[in-house]
């Protein structure tokens, strides 16, 4: 259980650093800071890490169980379709709602940088559970 929770924390982890390298790209290239309103951001942030907390389940969820039958296909099926659903509402509000919340600028190092660390604590842990794994193999 513990391996498991911990490898839905490196796929959340990959997932949200991902995110924030590929939104933080473009103020990178264009080296113009971002300006951000506090509610989209809120609510952007909350739709990618359940749309990640879901699709990690549902990994874990299909790796436990190695047979697969029509229910199960019909499941998966229906979770991608939530996950889609999830994933294009939150570009709906990151594209479409009109801003709301306090305005604020980041520097434009800061998205790219967040990105990097959060791909940085998810390849950590990956090594780190890889490490406990071939230790306790040789017990």
Not at 68 to 80: A, E, S
Not at 110 to 130: H, I, N
Request: charged letters at 15%.
């Amino acid at each position: 259980m513990k391996e498991q929770r911990e490898y839905i924390l490196e796929i959340v982890l990959t997932l949200i650093g991902w995110y924030f390298v590929l939104f933080g790209m473009k103020p990178f290239i264009q080296q113009q800071d971002l300006t951000l309103h506090f509610g989209n951001a809120i609510l952007a942030f909350l739709l990618l890490l359940g749309s990640g907390l879901i699709i990690s389940y549902f990994v874990a969820l299909f790796m436990k169980n190695d047979k697969v039958d029509d229910k199960k296909r019909k499941q998966m099926g229906i979770l991608t379709g939530l996950i889609g659903g999830t994933l294009l509402l939150l570009s709906v509000v990151s594209v479409f709602i009109t801003p709301f919340g306090q305005a604020f600028e980041l520097s434009h190092y800061t998205l790219f940088g967040v990105g990097c660390f959060f791909l940085l604590a998810s390849y950590l842990l990956k090594k780190m559970r890889m490490a406990s794994s071939k230790d306790n193999r040789k017990l």
